[in-house]
């Protein structure tokens, strides 16, 4: 079984720092991809980025990048140059790239507060 | 182009009555999943669609959750003699292929905030 860990349930950060949000997982699979979702208060889950297990880069997406340690089975999420509508719940989730796997476990999230 | 789009934002109903949930997933999505979010469950996976395949229904947590896809698009999610324990947020994904959650980045709608008095 999959289990995504999220061990921050709340970060406080100055606006324009960088942050990481800490994301463990455990699965079984060789095979499997890592997404980071931001839920602002608004309720709407925002993908942000992704890893697949065979990627051998760290993924980035402007401001947002992965740290991927696949020994440590650690997907951290790096925020740089922080921004106030940064300020929202942060989940890590993961899935199984064999056949017939379609569902995401998620963790239990990480609530980021950027401070002016 | 359009997201994933859910109707209604808000919904509160009184215990025992049914409730209709509606999701438009982006187009051109074949797989088209269901999940809940409460406080103390955090995301549970409910249903996933994909394509014209049977619906995988292991996530549903009682026969009062039923949910149903049209033509392939729109899906709406019933549940019947609504309890206070199904008040949540439920949120409506899709992705293009949906055989893979490895690799088959998931798009949420902006969810449904369900609220039995």
């Known amino acids: 079984a999959q289990k995504i860990t999220q061990t921050q349930p709340g970060m406080f950060v100055q606006e324009k720092e960088a942050v990481t949000l800490d994301c463990t997982y455990d699965?079984?699979?060789?095979?499997?991809?890592l997404f980071w979702y931001k839920q602002p208060s608004s309720g709407e889950m925002i993908f942000l980025i992704y890893q697949g297990s065979y990627d051998q880069q760290n993924a980035t997406e402007g401001r947002y990048s992965l740290n991927f340690q696949k020994a440590r089975k650690s997907a951290n999420l790096v925020i740089s140059a922080s921004q106030l509508g940064d300020s929202a719940m942060y989940f890590c989730?993961?899935?199984?790239?064999?056949?017939?796997?379609?569902?995401?476990?998620f963790g239990k999230g990480t609530k980021l507060s950027v401070i002016p | 182009g359009a997201g994933v789009s859910q109707s209604p934002s808000n919904k509160v109903t009184e215990k025992g009555k049914d409730v209709e949930l509606r999701c438009d997933p982006i187009?051109?999505?074949?797989?088209l999943y269901w999940y809940r979010q409460s406080l103390g469950q955090g995301l549970e996976f409910l249903i996933y669609f994909q394509g014209n395949s049977a619906p995988d229904k292991s996530g549903l947590p009682s026969d009062r959750f039923s949910a149903e896809r049209t033509g392939g698009s729109v899906s709406t999610l019933t549940i019947q003699r609504t309890q206070q324990e199904d008040s949540a947020v439920y949120l409506c994904?899709?992705?293009?292929?949906?055989?893979?959650?490895?690799?088959?980045?998931?798009?949420f709608g902006p969810g449904t905030r369900l609220t039995v008095l």
């Open positions: 187009s051109g999505h074949t797989a």
């Open positions: 989730a993961m899935g199984d790239s064999g056949a017939g796997s379609y569902q995401l476990t």
């Open positions: 699965t079984s699979d060789p095979s499997y991809g």
């Open positions: 994904a899709s992705s293009l292929r949906g055989l893979e959650a490895g690799t088959d980045t998931q798009y």
